[in-house]
């Protein structure tokens, strides 16, 4: 059935519902060119001003997915399982839990994506790895997966093409931060992507694109609601980032730090929260006689399987890392205990030392970045360094240093307003109870 591009924007201009058949035409019409980027921008902005029903959202997944392939992982001989991260600064568990997950049991198909702004992205970290490859055919994906039981990989243009050209309009019309919008993006390649089951990892704190725990339960609420309709067993964690992950922020920089917590080493809270989050993919994906992650990481098969992976996307994991030209410590100007650490200037700060991009087309600095001497809750004494920022021209350090400038403090305790690493856990389960 036909409809008029304008009718459907007044429809949601004027707070009423969108039919399946309007959605599904104008997804359509958009992905091949028959709605203007003007007239889908005004309906990004309608549904952003007044938002969408579950079946308005679960339609508009739907129909996003339907633009594009579905992928299909049912000729392998084990489950597949995935974890989605809303991104954070210091967030590199993808590089040390997909070949965890993998040793313990479940096949694990990741399609990830570029780092845009403060966060980074998992393919600019791993293409910091000398020789490794994003862009695999769905053939070579397979032979992946195959061959390290994880693939971590660039999505091809085939999977949700309505969701790159909406995504896109999205990021220049200032839509990007709609509920419906966000959850419908995201799952629709997570579905049309073909894992089983799913494990959200959706971050909350100034770092992240959710800045209180409400908005950040509503937006995992509507993706496990979006998994379950489209029989992929999904369950979200609700994890802070009111500080950074881990104490390298930075693409190379996070590879050295992953690589330590598969040879059983790393920072505390990277260890938990990967350990804590393959449990949750494992028992997600019902792997029979999995492996406990713990042990993997100590008997060294996660590492095992990170070098096959590696390797099989054409990477030389023995080689060494790329490093910054020039360094410069930021040192405490007090003795105490350092009470907080903003995540947002911290992950501004290595984005402007290089680590970032600021259009898709700029290239990344790989070894740019920030590695932290303390985190929230140490002592830290005068003069001490804090952290030490890495770039490849010395003329990045100062605006770095600007954006830093208030984005920590050092008093007595850490601050109490932190959050605990885990916030929550929501399930099916507990939406069918509400
Ligand atoms: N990530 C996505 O893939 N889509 C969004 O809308 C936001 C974050």
Known sequence: MGFDAIEIITTKRDRRELSTAQIDWVIDAYTRGGVADEQMSALAM?????????????????????????MDWSALDRPTAD??????????????LAPLVAACGAYVPQLSGR????????????????????SLSNDEMLHVIRTAGAVVCAAGSGLAPADKKLYAL????????????????????????GTGSLVLDVKVG????????????ELAETMVALGGDAGVRTVALLTAMDRPLGRAVGNALEVAESVEVLAGGGPSDVVELTVRLA????????????????????????????????GAQ????????PVAAETMDVVAPSSGVLRRLDALSVGVAAWRLGAGRERKEDAVS?????????????????????????????????????????????????????????????TEGDLARD
Do not use: C
């Open 366 to 426: 790989f070894g740019a970045g920030i590695t932290l001497h303390a985190k929230p809750g140490d002592t830290v004494r005068a003069g001490q360094p804090l952290m030490t920022l890495h770039a490849d021209e010395p003329g990045r350090f100062e605006r770095a240093l600007a954006v830093l400038e208030g984005g920590y403090e050092i008093g007595e305790v850490a601050d109490p307003a932190l959050f605990p690493l885990v916030i929550d856990r929501i």
């Open 83 to 96: 974890k989605h991260s809303t991104g954070g600064v210091g967030d590199k568990i993808t590089l040390p």
């Open 115 to 134: 780092g845009l702004g403060h966060t980074g992205g998992t393919l600019d970290k791993l293409e910091s790895i000398p020789g490794w490859r994003a």
């Open 206 to 217: 100034s770092g992240a694109f959710m800045k209180n725990v409400d908005d950040a339960r």
């Open 279 to 310: 449990r949750e993919m494992l028992e997600a994906a019902a792997v029979p006689g999995a492996k406990d992650p713990e042990q993997a990481l100590k008997d060294g098969s996660a590492m095992d399987a990170w070098r096959r992976m590696i």
């Open 46 to 70: 309608a549904i952003l001003l007044n938002g969408m029903n579950r079946r308005e959202i679960a339609d508009w997944t739907l129909a996003m997915i339907r633009s594009g392939e579905r």
């Open 170 to 193: 999205r990021d220049v019309t200032g839509t990007v931060e709609s509920i419906p919008l966000i959850a419908s993006s995201i799952m629709s390649k997570k579905i049309a992507e």
């Open 314 to 321: 054409g990477g030389d994991p023995d080689a060494p890392l």
